[in-house]
């Protein structure tokens, strides 16, 4: 085995490790949305279910533990987000866009100072950002009396919108950045030579050019915004985003439910992405044929109308693929083949915890203890301590 061999072997192991850890936990979360226990677990495995995403279940202690679509409080959250998402998109792509157009207009000199002022959002802390939003807006919602200020100086709504196009403007900054450095200035000078207005060479030539960046400021904008905490958390005040919902819910404890919102969200991920990048390439193709055709129909060389047989290319993903085909029908094979499925098997396992909860329940009214034994201090009571606080001298030494 030569060196390059085993360099390759190296970098696909490293490769199949990194991705493993990037993707192992969620791969992992997806499957326990479809295991009837109330904790999310793989092992052990009681029945398969869709029942945390649908009306959750009755736990055998009397708890109720909702369900995806029947959870009131991730709806409520999810609600909060979007409207929070869309403000931010709002403010922060045109700010972002505003502030980039300026950087262009500024003189080299002060350039480098106006573009380290326009990035320092990002180096905030967010919960240094959020309390400042919460309390300056308190202040002027004070001083506005009862009228519309004082109503949304106290929105939580409004002021996490507020809050988070502060740094995120930053991110849309950036990218609009990136863009225009390589905008042609020529062609709106051009355009005014012409004849045409600010206004038209604005609207005609740069806003067309910075289509794909807007897009872009827009998606990151609308992503920051959705997953954001730190921020959040200070300046939401008594209303609550999909974030805080969670963060409240881990506290408590962890539901399958949120395994099953976490794969809702991965499936859509990943649709998304497919989906653009079908588009994408198809577009691509698209433009291909047409210069293709175009060269086919200007060229004089016959050898160019010749067919070229296209080789077979293995797709590069075909390995993970395969992998998660066999996983999955290993998986499937087993909840067959042991009978975990259906609601014969889940009224099983509820009748098994159910029974050891009872079981408990009785050893611990069986070990009640008297109030004899509790003040004979050999169970309890006050053997390793002894009656100190009946000492009257106990805290002469203190001075009070």
């Not at 029945?47 to 679509?69: M, P």
């Not at 999810?78 to 403010?91: A, H, P, R, W």
């Not at 047409?290 to 050898?303: F, G, H, L, N």
Request: include cysteine; charge should be negative.
């Amino acid at each position: 085995m030569t060196s390059s061999h085993v360099m390759k072997f190296m970098m696909g192991l490293y490769l199949f490790i990194f991705f493993t850890y990037l993707f192992g936990p969620l791969i992992i979360m997806s499957f326990t949305a479809f295991n009837s226990a109330e904790f999310p677990a793989i092992t052990p495995w009681e029945c398969f279910t869709f029942r945390w995403f649908n009306e959750g279940k009755i736990a055998y202690d009397g708890q109720h533990l909702a369900g995806l679509f029947t959870d009131w409080r991730l709806h409520d959250g999810l609600i909060s987000s979007l409207i929070i998402g869309g403000g931010v998109v709002l403010l922060a792509v045109p700010i972002g866009m505003a502030a980039a157009i300026v950087l262009t207009q500024v003189k080299s000199q002060l350039r480098d100072i106006y573009y380290s002022i326009s990035i320092m959002p990002v180096l905030f802390p967010g919960v240094i950002i959020g309390i400042s939003t919460v309390v300056l807006w308190d202040r002027l919602a004070g001083l506005g009396g009862e009228g519309f200020i004082s109503e949304i100086g106290r929105n939580g709504i409004f002021l996490t919108i507020l809050a988070q196009t502060c740094f995120i403007s930053t991110y849309c900054f950036l990218i609009f950045v990136a863009r225009l450095q390589r905008f042609d200035q020529t062609q709106e000078e051009a355009a005014l030579d012409l004849g045409a207005s600010q206004t038209q060479v604005f609207f005609k030539i740069l806003i067309p050019y910075l289509a794909p960046a807007i897009a872009s400021a827009a998606v990151i904008a609308f992503l920051a915004s959705f997953e954001n905490y730190n921020t959040t958390v200070f300046s939401i005040l008594s209303d609550q985003t999909l974030t805080t919902v969670i963060a409240s819910k881990v506290r408590l404890g962890i539901s399958p439910a949120l395994s099953a919102l976490a794969l809702s969200i991965i499936a859509l991920t990943i649709i998304a992405a497919v989906t653009y990048e079908i588009l994408r390439r198809r577009e691509e193709k698209k433009y291909a044929l047409s210069q293709e055709k175009y060269v086919t129909e200007k060229a004089a060389i016959s050898r160019i109308d010749k067919d070229y047989k296209v080789g077979f290319k293995i797709p590069k993903g075909i390995v993970a693929i395969i992998l998660l085909v066999i996983l999955c029908s290993y998986g499937g094979t087993q909840i067959l083949k042991n009978d975990l499925y259906g609601q014969s098997c889940i009224d099983a396992a509820d009748k098994e915890k159910k029974s050891k909860f009872l079981d408990q329940l009785q050893v611990l009214e069986q070990n009640e203890l008297s109030d004899e034994e509790l003040g004979g201090g050999n169970l309890g009571g006050n053997l390793d301590y002894g009656d100190i606080f009946g000492d009257p001298n106990l805290f002469q030494d203190f001075a009070f």
